[in-house]
């Protein structure tokens, strides 16, 4: 509860005493008062409140002392100032022309010399500071001061003082009729899908503007990484007017962008990822990765088909069915390019990782299901017989004779060597022989890293072990 009371502070000068009054607004605790109105009984002179709540009292050249002291008490009890903040002792006399402080929290009085700067601002109340770079001086008259201060506690808003801001600022509408006006029109993201569409669509109609069409592109990707904006793009027939049509383009930066556009729309969203399988996506994606000869245009096309695969089983059975992992061997079997054959083996690391994570998840309400649907893929024993084992041995081979300090594409090499774990017999030699070889690399790298840093070294030297011993090879015979 807010409470109003009164408080009564002396300001002392040897013997003779001036009253202050002041009102305080208080909520009962000392550390929040604040100073709403005050009286200051001292004819002639000018105040000011600083931030810590000091009364900071101008020019004391009016004052008067009736007292006849001698020259030895005058000396003793007169305070001597200087141009820095100094606390005054009870019953020293403070000379005039004094800047004067009193703290009404502490009851502690300071003064000292005026300065120039503060000479000018006689008679004055001096407002907060400004806590910008340019500092502007607002002056007030002291019944103005006083009138503020009373008012403190009216500040509520008025119906009459909302109806002013009203009338004040343009509502929403408004707006909007203004920026129709000079031709800005705020748009609705689905507006803008419709739009791209259409324009798209018309565009088709005329000979091929490639940099329209790319900006197109570019502009529905940003919108569809949304859900809500996917679904929508969907439901508008943006892959039958849009993304298919721009697959068959002899234009590579446009079946990249269309690619990118696709692998957005249904990346970790179901409903896009049904839509996708069944308009054909599977087959379409298959078909630009093995008809095509750009590799950017390959690495979107597994992106895609990434985004479509992912924790969707019916669609990874479509892609063994439709002959997706000899697609896959035969990439990394002839092409040279790291790049596409790393991304490759990761995508198909992570099924086989889903796969184990799919029958752990005993408390999963539709675990049987989901047990059911990735047994009919069946992935591991189509992997074995697609010879999966010699395409990593033999990617792992390029990495290390392209750049054995290219310890990311090592990393990642090494894993899916360890995901897969039904090598046969006649790759092992190759690989102990390269893994032998690493862990001797990684082995002196890992001495040379300071104990207490991260040792990324050490869990690569540990992947070689796990590796190894994953082929029955004794990693403590091997040096």
Same mark, same amino acid.
């Given at each position: 509860?807010?409470?109003?009371?009164?408080?009564?502070?002396?300001?002392?000068?040897?013997?003779?005493?001036?009253?202050?009054?002041?009102?305080?607004?208080?909520?009962?605790?000392?550390?929040?008062?604040?100073?709403?109105?005050?009286?200051?009984?001292?004819?002639?002179?000018?105040?000011?409140?600083?931030?810590?709540?000091?009364?900071?009292?101008?020019?004391?050249?009016?004052?008067?002392?009736?007292?006849?002291?001698?020259?030895?008490?005058?000396?003793?009890?007169?305070?001597?100032?200087?141009?820095?903040?100094?606390?005054?002792?009870?019953?020293?006399?403070?000379?005039?022309?004094?800047?004067?402080?009193?703290?009404?929290?502490?009851?502690?009085?300071?003064?000292?010399?005026?300065?120039?700067?503060?000479?000018?601002?006689?008679?004055?109340?001096?407002?907060?500071?400004?806590?910008?770079?340019?500092?502007?001086?607002?002056?007030?008259?002291?019944?103005?001061?006083?009138?503020?201060?009373?008012?403190?506690?009216?500040?509520?808003?008025?119906?009459?003082?909302?109806?002013?801001?009203?009338?004040?600022?343009?509502?929403?509408?408004?707006?909007?009729?203004?920026?129709?006006?000079?031709?800005?029109?705020?748009?609705?993201?689905?507006?803008?899908?419709?739009?791209?569409?259409?324009?798209?669509?018309?565009?088709?109609?005329?000979?091929?503007?490639?940099?329209?069409?790319?900006?197109?592109?570019?502009?529905?990707?940003?919108?569809?990484?949304?859900?809500?904006?996917?679904?929508?793009?969907?439901?508008?027939?943006?892959?039958?007017?849009?993304?298919?049509?721009?697959?068959?383009? *002899?234009?590579?930066?446009? %079946?990249?962008?269309?690619?990118?556009? #696709? $692998? /957005?729309?249904?990346?970790?969203? !179901?409903?896009? @990822?049904?839509?996708?399988?069944?308009?054909?996506?599977?087959?379409?994606?298959?078909?630009?990765?093995?008809?095509? *000869?750009?590799?950017?245009? %390959?690495?979107?096309?597994?992106?895609? #088909? $990434? /985004?479509?695969?992912?924790?969707? !089983?019916?669609? @990874?059975?479509?892609?063994?069915?439709?002959?997706?992992?000899?697609?896959?061997?035969?990439?990394?079997?002839?092409?040279?390019?790291?790049?596409?054959?790393?991304?490759?083996?990761?995508?198909?690391?992570?099924?086989?990782?889903?796969?184990?994570?799919?029958?752990?998840?005993?408390?999963?309400?539709?675990?049987?299901?989901?047990?059911?649907?990735?047994?009919?893929?069946?992935?591991?024993?189509?992997?074995?017989?697609?010879?999966?084992?010699?395409?990593?041995?033999?990617?792992?081979?390029?990495?290390?004779?392209?750049?054995?300090?290219?310890?990311?594409?090592?990393?990642?090499?090494?894993?899916?060597?360890?995901?897969?774990?039904?090598?046969?017999?006649?790759?092992?030699?190759?690989?102990?022989?390269?893994?032998?070889?690493?862990?001797?690399?990684?082995?002196?790298?890992?001495?040379?890293?300071?104990?207490?840093?991260?040792?990324?070294?050490?869990?690569?030297?540990?992947?070689?072990?796990?590796?190894?011993?994953?082929?029955?090879?004794?990693?403590?015979?091997?040096?």
């Amino acid at each position: 509860m807010v409470m109003i009371k009164n408080k009564n502070m002396d300001l002392e000068d040897g013997n003779d005493k001036w009253q202050m009054k002041r009102s305080i607004l208080t909520d009962g605790t000392s550390d929040n008062n604040q100073i709403v109105d005050f009286d200051v009984n001292l004819p002639n002179t000018s105040f000011s409140l600083d931030s810590n709540q000091n009364l900071i009292i101008f020019d004391f050249s009016e004052l008067q002392c009736n007292r006849n002291e001698t020259p030895e008490e005058n000396e003793k009890d007169l305070f001597v100032a200087t141009h820095e903040w100094q606390v005054v002792k009870k019953g020293q006399k403070i000379p005039k022309g004094l800047h004067v402080r009193i703290n009404f929290e502490t009851g502690i009085t300071e003064a000292k010399i005026l300065d120039e700067n503060e000479l000018s601002s006689k008679n004055t109340a001096i407002v907060a500071e400004s806590t910008t770079d340019e500092t502007t001086e607002v002056k007030f008259s002291e019944a103005e001061l006083k009138e503020a201060l009373k008012n403190i506690k009216n500040d509520d808003v008025t119906s009459e003082h909302a109806e002013k801001i009203r009338t004040k600022f343009k509502s929403y509408e408004e707006l909007k009729k203004d920026l129709n006006s000079i031709n800005i029109n705020p748009k609705t993201a689905n507006e803008i899908l419709i739009e791209r569409i259409q324009q798209h669509k018309d565009i088709s109609k005329r000979p091929a503007n490639e940099e329209y069409i790319l900006m197109i592109l570019q502009d529905l990707e940003f919108l569809v990484h949304q859900i809500d904006n996917a679904n929508d793009f969907v439901t508008l027939n943006g892959f039958q007017e849009v993304i298919y049509p721009n697959l068959n383009s *002899s234009n590579a930066k446009i %079946k990249e962008s269309s690619l990118n556009l #696709l $692998g /957005s729309c249904m990346q970790n969203n !179901p409903k896009v @990822q049904i839509y996708g399988l069944e308009t054909g996506a599977v087959g379409i994606l298959l078909k630009v990765l093995a008809l095509n *000869s750009d590799y950017n245009v %390959k690495n979107r096309a597994v992106f895609a #088909l $990434g /985004s479509l695969l992912r924790h969707f !089983p019916l669609a @990874q059975l479509r892609f063994v069915e439709n002959a997706g992992l000899n697609v896959f061997g035969s990439l990394l079997e002839k092409s040279n390019n790291l790049r596409i054959q790393l991304k490759i083996v990761t995508l198909v690391n992570d099924l086989i990782l889903e796969h184990e994570s799919a029958v752990r998840n005993l408390k999963s309400i539709h675990y049987l299901e989901k047990v059911q649907q990735y047994n009919q893929v069946n992935l591991s024993n189509k992997l074995q017989s697609q010879n999966w084992c010699a395409y990593l041995a033999k990617l792992l081979v390029n990495v290390v004779n392209v750049d054995v300090h290219d310890h990311d594409a090592i990393e990642k090499a090494l894993t899916a060597l360890l995901s897969f774990n039904a090598c046969k017999a006649e790759d092992k030699s190759s690989l102990v022989k390269i893994l032998l070889r690493l862990k001797l690399q990684y082995a002196n790298l890992s001495a040379s890293v300071q104990l207490d840093d991260d040792n990324y070294f050490k869990e690569l030297l540990n992947l070689c072990d796990k590796v190894l011993r994953l082929l029955n090879y004794d990693v403590k015979t091997e040096l």
